[in-house]
């Protein structure tokens, strides 16, 4: 059972550097997010989708873009990358939007 | 806007309960969650609640739910090393396109 899967699981960015972090669900769930999690901060929502092809804004999404061109996947762009982006992300993928299924996270280290 | 609270630490002996407490502001939420993450890993559901709901167990775990004070609870008894992790209350708005509001996790450890 895939479940939800994060590509790749480590990366170290150069400071303007772009790059894609990629998440795939094999569960036909319609609402995906994207979520960084921070120490202290807890879980802080990037950007979400709701079905292919529909996408909004979390509470953080400044730097980032997603895009739904498909049930499965609903990858995450760093357009610039900055050292405030090192984080620890999570993609997730839910039916009903709370019972939420997480991917293993990507460990993003800019420097 | 909506928030959720936690204590951030709770520290208990191998083989007794742990009481992981959270208070919520929204009153319309309509499922509340705990989820599990152990270290390295992503978050994993542990339970859930509907809101006409004031408790619900299974197996080593009780959920219970004060709708009057906001206040959602997790109890897990008999609690064992591999219980340590962190656990994070969520709370459901379904008219807020189904997004989850978390709190910021409190951090079970567990000792010999």
């Known amino acids: 059972n895939a479940g939800v899967t994060q590509t790749p699981k480590f990366q170290v960015l150069k400071t303007g550097q772009s790059m894609t972090l990629q998440c795939a669900q094999d569960m036909n769930h319609e609402y995906m997010s994207w979520y960084r999690q921070d120490p202290g901060m807890g879980l802080r929502l990037i950007h979400y989708s709701v079905g292919a092809g529909i996408t909004d804004q979390g509470e953080v999404p400044n730097g980032y873009n997603v895009s739904r061109s498909t049930t499965e996947d609903f990858p995450l762009r760093l357009l610039s990358a900055a050292p405030s982006q090192t984080s620890v992300y999570f993609c997730a993928s839910s039916n009903d939007g709370g019972t939420a299924f997480f991917g293993q996270g990507t460990r993003l280290t800019v420097v | ?112």
């Open chain 2, 1 to 112: 806007g909506e928030d959720v609270e936690q204590s951030l630490f709770l520290s208990v002996r191998e083989g007794d309960s742990s009481v992981i407490n959270c208070t919520y502001t929204d009153s319309s939420s309509t499922y509340l969650y705990w989820y599990k993450q152990e270290p390295g890993a992503g978050l994993q559901l542990l339970t859930y609640i509907f809101s006409n709901m004031d408790m619900k167990q299974d197996q080593r775990l009780t959920v219970l739910l004060n709708k009057k004070d906001k206040h959602l609870s997790l109890r897990i008894a008999d609690t064992q090393t591999g219980d340590s992790a962190i656990y994070f209350c969520a709370v459901l708005n379904a008219g807020n396109n189904r997004k989850l509001i978390w709190g910021l996790g409190t951090s079970l450890a567990v000792n010999p």
